[in-house]
C-alpha cells in the first residue's frame, strides 16, 4: 500500500496478516499460503484475505492504494521438513524447500552446508537428507532426469 509517512511505524501483527512499513513509505502486507504449484499470479481471494484481515487491524488503511502486488513460490517437500546435506551424486550438496522459513533458516543452513563443504563436523542432518526423496517426482512435475552425465552437464554450462 502506498501510505503517508508515519501511518505505520513499525512491523504489526494481526490475525491473517502482518505489515510492515518500508523505508520508501510503501506498507507491506503480507501473506497468504495458497497451494497454487508454479502460478505466481495474485488471485483475488488472496488479495481480499489479506486487505480484510490488514483493515481489521488498523481501518485507517482502507482510503490507501494498492501500490504494487506480488506473489512468490515456496519451496516445500512433502514432510514439511528442508533437504540438506549430501545428494546421492558425488560433488552435489542442497539445501531447499525450507517453505515459508528459507529467510529465517538461513544462518543455520548455510553454517550447515559450509561445515559439508569444509569437512567440519556438524549436528546430525539425518532426518534433512536429501535422500528421502529419492525416487518421489516433485509434486506437480514430470519426472526429471536423475543421472550423473545431466548434472555433470548442466555444471559445465553453468561454469
Known amino acids: ?23 520508501d513509505g510503501r ?9 497454487a504449484g508454479f502460478d505466481v499470479r495474485v488471485t483475488a481471494r488472496g488479495l481480499g484475505t489479506l486487505l ?3 483493515l481489521s ?12 502486488t506480488w506473489a512468490g513460490i515456496r519451496p516445500g ?3 514439511g521438513l528442508p533437504y540438506l546435506g549430501e545428494s546421492s551424486l558425488s560433488g552435489y550438496v542442497v539445501a531447499t ?6 529467510i529465517l533458516l ?3 543452513t548455510a553454517q550447515a552446508i559450509a561445515d559439508i563443504l569444509e569437512g567440519r563436523s ?30 555433470a552437464a548442466i555444471a559445465k554450462e553453468s561454469a
Not at 504489526?12 to 505489515?19: R, S
Not at 487491524?57 to 504494487?68: F, H, I, T, W
Not at 532426518?127 to 514430470?142: D, K, V
Open 1 to 23: 500500500l502506498a501510505m503517508p509517512r508515519g501511518l505505520v511505524c513499525h512491523v504489526m501483527w494481526a490475525p491473517g496478516a502482518y505489515l510492515v512499513p518500508r523505508d
Open 27 to 35: 506498507l507491506l502486507v503480507g501473506a497468504t499460503v495458497e497451494d
Open 52 to 54: 480484510d484481515a490488514a
Open 57 to 68: 487491524a488498523l481501518p485507517a488503511l482502507g482510503n490507501l492504494a494498492v501500490a504494487e
Open 77 to 79: 517437500t512433502p514432510d
Open 97 to 102: 524447500g525450507h517453505y515459508r522459513n528459507g
Open 106 to 108: 538461513a544462518p543455520v
Open 122 to 151: 556438524r549436528p546430525d542432518l539425518a532426518p534433512f537428507s536429501p535422500q528421502r526423496a529419492e525416487g518421489r517426482p516433485a509434486a506437480g512435475l514430470p519426472r526429471a532426469a536423475e543421472s550423473e552425465e545431466t548434472y
